[in-house]
């Protein structure tokens, strides 16, 4: 895992919405929810490798626009009845800042 | 196309419940598709069979009973020979024959002949005073006898038999039920129901002989007794047969179409020969015949749907219950209650207020139900046991109704019949019980979408749907077959995608949150099925003051380009109506080059597609091609996409108008519009309609005087030729109407519903009405087109390639080089 990395500021990503942190290990989709909570999460679909960021987000899950499924923010786990993790990374806010840890082994794609 | 000079011949044998239920379904669906001809025995139009018992009791009149009079099949032109009875159906020429030996011809017939009551094969059946119970003839006969005579014997204890034996009783006659089994109504009730109703029917006065065989009717020039196996006679002045129903289907038979036990027919209401349909009791469809009019509503609107040739409906069969009509008696029963290994039953008994409800379960599934004295949640049973709703969590209260759970999920089942007439059933519209009972009562309707029609009640909100559909259920009994229920939009909430539109219009709601809040949403932000739909509906219903919310967009028509399998987008600017130039060419495969687009292809809307670009290069791209003059083909869009032409009267030897040009206007003036899901158009120069015009969402056909126009045709998942709309003489009258018609399916159409799909749902004869034949409300929904035309048209990849917008949706927010 990676120490904490500022990867920008809040209001850089839209509400309910995500934008895309790229590492040479694969891109990390990093959410926005409505009460301003992040998450990170590698941006691949356990289903099709679909890009989660440009899914829609709603709570905290995120719907991946190829197929639909529908995957936890925080845990990175597809809603039952579909079946997937994504792996996770830790995010987090301070004064306006988002903060990325990535955790190494996850974003190897 | 079809014809329209010579229509085909549709004809009709049998004037009753199921064949007219047809005609009225097919006549919303396709009102001049065929040349209608019915047939039918009785000397009456349409009427109500059911209501025959309440007649009979004195209750209603026959006036009252009727649902179709002559008139109406005047206005629809629809020619009825009643009181001919027709003898034979030739197949090979195609035409029936009536027993005055007249020939009729047809191209679809339909057979609805119902079915007839059975008389026992006892010596003395053919006596007078001796008769069946199926339609006036017979009631009137035994009214008749009512007053000349004293003594009446019913054989058979079921549901007809009770309610003719209540019905002579009231008329003052003597009644004795014969009954072969010692249970009445054995094929709807269990033992202790059977018993409950013989108790209070014996109370009022009739009397049973039961378990009793029926040996012989006697008499001489009318019949005067009858006499059974142990050797005891009754008098009888009137013997009614109420043993049973045998579908009639002896026509059919003889014309040597495939029967059983009634006339089979397939999932599409087919008999053996593919121009043959048949609806009703006559037809024995999955080995199982029907004797109650839910099932033949059913059947009736599936055989509608292929006659108007949609064929896309089938019958798969249907539940049903059963109330009897005996005024003062309340039973009900559904499903299947033989007591089984596997199933478990939950029994509630309450002598003292004669109250008795069994509920059978299996797999944690309501498969029937038998109530008797208090029969209010017998709907709410049936909808669980046609639903297959899972109710073990609510198993412990499930006896005593849907007013005891609480939160029990059904909305204000509370006892309606137990309300008195001032409870008010509808908040919105101040509608109270006793309106609805009465407007039902007398305008004999039948449907929920009759009494919102008729009394406004359930027309707002519509969250006393629930017991307005009791009121009905309760006012007409097993007459009601409930209308499906209403589709909630997604999961996020109950309400059904009217009631949103209704509630934004008149709550003036403009934001997505507003609508949650003020709707009661289920869920925090919705879901990815419900929030680009309310976004739609906001931006439809507010054009210029709603702010389109990015985030509730599909990905598609947020970045503007389609998304591809691998993460890469597709790329296709418009090409007015087809046309393109040598420097529009020449941009696009310099764009192809400069950002080494993979795949460059022709569509089938005719424009060009490039496919496999990155995410960060569209913004490039599109400033390359903007430069050229192109704008945003919107092929990524729930709004109109391409309007297809063929070369018309400029080019080719057959053009009658100038198509391609037509076809830009169209195109010019309604791009950018967003619309409920995607909209194609096409416009082709002569019928032979190189455009294939007639399988788009509207379609043109140009011809030497004119203009046609058609809409709700798809070829996409489904495969569906057009309805022809009108024909008009001019380009803008064309332009008048297919605005309008796109405006009304951008305020009616449910998110993601295709036009045809709105088409079927609504009605083509509704959408015609607003659109073609009231001048004044085309104008009103084209200026609301127009006007919304102002706040779309801008070419979004403009606004983002070189004004800005969005710019953060298209850069990583942060590139990291990981240790
Ligand atoms: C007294 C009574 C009470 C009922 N109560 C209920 C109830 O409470 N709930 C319920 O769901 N159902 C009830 N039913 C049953 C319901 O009425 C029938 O299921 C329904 O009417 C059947 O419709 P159908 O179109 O198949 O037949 P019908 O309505 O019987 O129509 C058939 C028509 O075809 C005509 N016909 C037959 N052969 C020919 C021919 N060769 N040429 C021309 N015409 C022909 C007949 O004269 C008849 O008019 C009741 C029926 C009766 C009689
Ligand atoms: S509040 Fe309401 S309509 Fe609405 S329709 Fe309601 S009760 Fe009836
Ligand atoms: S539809 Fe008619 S006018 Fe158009 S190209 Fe074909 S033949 Fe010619």
């Avoid at chain 2, 006339?263 to 029907?290: F, L, P, W």
Wanted: net charge neutral; hydrophobic share 40%; aromatic share 8%.
């Amino acid at each position: 895992m990676t120490g904490w990395i500022e990867i920008g500021a809040l209001d850089d990503i839209p509400r309910l919405g995500s934008r895309v942190v790229r590492t040479p290990a694969g891109n990390i989709a990093v959410f926005r929810t409505e009460s301003d909570e992040v998450f990170a999460l590698d941006d691949r679909c356990p289903h099709k490798g679909g890009p989660l960021s440009q899914g829609i987000v709603h709570n905290k899950r995120v719907t991946c626009p190829l197929h639909n499924f529908v995957i936890e923010l925080a845990s990175g786990q597809a809603v039952a009845p579909d079946e997937g993790c994504t792996h996770t990374h830790l995010a987090k806010v301070e004064n306006g800042v988002v903060w990325l840890s990535v955790r190494q082994a996850a974003a190897v794609s | 196309m079809l014809d329209k000079v010579t229509k085909q011949k549709l004809v009709v044998i049998g004037n009753g419940m199921a064949g007219i239920r047809t005609v009225e379904a097919l006549l919303e669906r396709a009102p001049d598709l065929y040349d209608i001809t019915v047939f039918g025995s009785e000397p009456y139009g349409n009427y109500n069979r059911i209501l025959l018992s309440p007649v009979l009791a004195g209750e209603k009149t026959v006036d009252d009973i009727m649902l179709n009079t002559v008139d109406w099949y005047e206005d629809n032109n629809i020619t009825l020979r009643k009181g001919e009875t027709i003898s034979m159906i030739d197949r090979r020429t195609c035409e029936v024959v009536t027993d005055a030996g007249d020939r009729v011809p047809y191209d679809r017939l339909l057979i609805a002949t119902g079915s007839n009551p059975i008389m026992l094969p006892l010596p003395g059946k053919d006596l007078p005073g001796v008769i069946g119970f199926r339609d006036i003839y017979d009631v009137d006969r035994m009214i008749k006898a009512s007053t000349d005579y004293r003594n009446a014997v019913v054989i058979g204890g079921g549901l007809l038999g009770l309610e003719a034996a209540n019905g002579l009783m009231k008329r003052g006659m003597n009644v004795t039920v014969v009954h072969l089994l010692d249970t009445l109504m054995e094929r709807q009730l269990d033992p202790v129901a059977g018993g409950l109703l013989r108790k209070s029917l014996e109370e009022r006065g009739m009397v049973f002989k039961m378990p009793a065989q029926t040996q012989a009717i006697l008499g001489e020039d009318r019949v005067t007794g009858v006499r059974f196996g142990d050797g005891t006679e009754l008098p009888a002045d009137l013997v009614v047969m109420a043993v049973g129903i045998r579908p009639n289907f002896e026509l059919a038979k003889k014309a040597g179409l495939y029967c059983e036990r009634g006339i089979v027919v397939s999932d599409t209401m087919q008999t053996y020969d593919g121009r043959i349909y048949a609806v009703g009791e006559c037809v024995q469809h999955r080995r199982q015949t029907y004797g109650l009019v839910a099932p033949l509503f059913d059947q009736a609107k599936v055989c509608a749907n292929h006659l108007a040739m949609k064929g896309f409906a089938t019958y798969d069969g249907s539940v049903t219950s059963t109330k009897l009509k005996v005024t003062g008696i309340d039973l009900f029963s559904a499903g299947d209650f033989a007591p089984g290994p596997d199933k478990e039953e939950i029994v509630l008994q309450d002598a003292n207020r004669g109250v008795y409800k069994r509920i059978i379960l299996k797999d944690k599934k309501i498969v029937g139900a038998v109530l008797y004295g208090d029969t209010i949640d017998g709907p709410w049973y049936f909808q669980h046991l046609r639903d297959g709703t899972d109710v073990s969590h609510m198993r412990e209260r499930l006896v005593f109704g849907a007013a005891n759970l609480g939160d029990g999920g059904v909305n204000g089942q509370n006892s309606v019949a137990a309300m008195s007439d001032e409870t008010e059933i509808c908040g919105c519209n101040g509608v109270c019980k006793g309106a609805i009972v009465k407007a039902i009562s007398e305008k004999k309707l039948f449907t929920l979408d009759d009494v919102r029609a008729h009394t406004k009640a359930s027309s707002s909100c519509g969250s006393c749907t629930g017991l307005v559909e009791q009121v009905l259920a309760f006012t007409l009994g097993g007459d009601y077959s409930a209308a499906p229920k209403v589709k909630p939009l997604c999961k996020c909430t109950d309400h059904s995608h009217d009631d949103v539109r209704r509630v934004i219009v008149e709550q003036q709601l403009k934001t997505i949150p507003a609508v949650m809040r003020f709707m009661e949403w289920k869920t925090l932000n919705g879901c990815h099925s419900c929030r680009p739909a309310l976004n739609y509906y906001l931006l439809a219903t507010w054009p210029g003051e709603y702010r389109d919310d990015q985030q509730s967009r599909f990905i598609n028509e947020r970045v503007h380009a389609n998304i591809q399998k691998d993460g890469t987008y597709s790329v296709v600017p418009r090409m007015w109506g087809g046309v393109t130039t040598p420097g529009e060419l020449r941009a696009i495969a310099d764009v192809a080059e400069k950002f080494n687009i993979p795949t460059v292809k022709v569509t089938g809307g005719q424009r060009i597609d490039l496919l496999g670009v990155k995410k960060e290069d569209l913004p490039a791209v599109w400033a390359d091609l903007n430069d050229a003059g192109m704008v945003s083909g919107h092929a990524y869009a729930k709004g109109l996409r391409t309007v297809k032409t063929c070369v018309g009267s400029e080019w080719c030897r057959f053009g009658t108008q100038d198509s391609t040009g037509l076809g830009v206007k169209l195109e010019k003036f309604m791009w950018g519009s967003w619309t409920p899901a995607k909209v194609k158009l096409g416009v082709s120069g002569c019928p032979r309609n190189c455009a294939e015009a007639t399988c788009k969402d509207v379609g043109v056909v140009c011809v030497d005087s004119g203009y046609e126009i058609h809409f709700a045709g798809a070829a996409g998942l489904h495969i569906k030729g057009t309805e022809f709309l009108t024909k008009v003489e001019t380009e803008d009258e064309t332009l008048e109407v297919i605005v309008a018609l796109t405006q009304l399916y951008r305020e009616e159409g449910w998110y993601l519903e295709r036009m045809y799909k709105w088409c079927d749902r609504v009605g083509l004869e509704q959408i015609r009405k607003r659109v073609v034949d009231d001048i004044a409300n085309r104008k009103a929904l084209f200026a609301r087109f127009a006007h919304s035309q102002q706040f779309a048209q801008t070419d979004p990849w403009a606004e983002r390639a070189s004004r800005g917008v969005d710019r953060n949706e298209f850069a990583p927010l942060a590139e990291l080089e990981l240790a």
